[in-house]
C-alpha cells in the first residue's frame, strides 16, 4: 500500500497537487485517505483555500467531495461545518478566518461527504499543523487548492503526490513536457550551504527592497535593491567575481530576472543560483535550456519532496485516454519516482517487469 511506504519513510504529513483542473487530485486525495482508514491510522483532513465543490466551475460537471469517516479529525471552516450535516465534535478554535468563518478542528462522528475550507497561506497551514500534534494524528492530508497557493501545502508537509491527468493537455508529448517543466520546479536541489541556519534565516529575513544578495563561502558578499537591479543594467556584472558562488534572487525568479541574470555573468563558472522555493520559481522551458547553456546549476532554500505521481485518463473535451498508455508514459518521464493509477490499482514498473497490483 502506497500510504504504509509513506509511514516507512517517517513522513506524517502529506499534501496532493495537480498540475491543473480536472487531473484527478481530489480522487487521489480521497484514495489516500481510504487506504489510511483501512490500515487503521487516525488521520486529519484539510486544505490550502476551497476545495471539494460540487461542480466544477469550469465545464460544470460533477466534482468528488472529501469523503469523511468517523474518527477523523477536520480542519475545516465553521459555517461548512455546521452545514455538512454531519456529527462532530469541536475539539478546538484555531483563531484562522476565512470567508466561510473560522478554522475549527473538529472530530467527525457519522460517515459522509463534505467541503473543505482550510487555511489560505503556508504560515497559517504550519500553526494548523502543529496544533493537530496534541490530538495523536498519525498522517495529516492536505489537499492542494486548483491555484498557486496549493504550493504553500507542500512547503509546510513532510511529501507531496502529484496528479498528472490528460486534462491538461491531450496531446501526449504537450502533457509530457509540461510534467517534465513543473515536475523539475518542483524538484530543484536543496544549497548544501543552506545547511548554515544563521544565514538561511538571513536570506529568508531580507525586506522587500532587496532583489539580489551575493554569496561567497565566508557568507554575504554583497546586497542588490530592487531599483538597483531593474534600472541598473551593469550593477550585478560590477560586483560579481571569481569569490562570488550563489546569486540569491529575494522574491520570484521570472524569465524576465533570469535573463538580466546571466546577462552579467563573465566567469567561465557561472555562480549557483538560488531562489528560496519551487514556489517561487516561475521559468518556462527556454529559461531553463539557458540555465543549461550557461552551465549555471538553479537551487532553493527549501526543497520538495515528491512521493509519488498519481495518473487520471479523462478529459473534458476528448473523453478518456489509453490509461495503461497514460501511466506507461508518465511513468517513465518521471523516473524513478513512482507513478500510480489508483482508479485500476496499478504502479508503473519498468517494462521488464511489467504492471504489477498495488495490494
Known sequence: MFVEDILDLGFRSVSVIGMGKNTGKTFTFNQLVTEARQLGLRVALT????DGEERDSLFEHD?????????????NARSLIVESGLDYEILATT?????????????VLSAGKTLLAGPSTRHELALIKIQLEQFGVDLLFVDGAIDRRSLAAPMVTDTTVLAVG??????????????????????LPSWDHGDDPELKLELEGMGREVKI???????????????????????????????????FIRGMLTDDVLVKILASGAESTFPILLASDPTSVFLGKQSFQKLKSHHAV??????????????????????????????????????????????????????????????
Open 47 to 50: 486544505t490550502i483555500g476551497l
Open 63 to 75: 466534482k468528488p467531495k472529501i469523503m469523511l469517516s468517523p474518527g477523523q479529525i477536520v480542519a
Open 95 to 107: 483563531g484562522i478566518t476565512t470567508p466561510l468563518g473560522e478554522v475549527i478542528l473538529a472530530r
Open 166 to 187: 490528460a486534462e491538461a493537455a491531450w496531446d501526449r508529448k504537450l502533457l509530457l513536457e509540461k510534467l517534465k517543466l513543473q515536475l523539475g520546479i518542483l524538484t
Open 213 to 247: 544578495v551575493l554569496l561567497t563561502a565566508q557568507g554575504i558578499q554583497g546586497i542588490v535593491t530592487q531599483e538597483d537591479f531593474f534600472h541598473r543594467p551593469d550593477v550585478l556584472t560590477a560586483q560579481i567575481d571569481r569569490c562570488t558562488q550563489a546569486i
Open 298 to 359: 538553479l537551487k532553493v532554500l527549501d526543497s520538495i519532496h515528491i512521493s509519488a505521481v498519481t495518473v487520471n485518463p479523462f478529459n473534458s473535451s476528448y473523453g478518456l485516454a489509453d490509461p495503461i498508455r497514460l501511466l506507461e508514459d508518465v511513468g517513465q518521464a518521471v523516473e524513478p519516482i513512482p507513478a500510480f493509477d489508483l482508479n485500476l490499482g496499478i504502479r508503473y514498473r519498468l517494462k521488464k517487469e511489467g504492471f504489477n497490483a498495488i495490494s
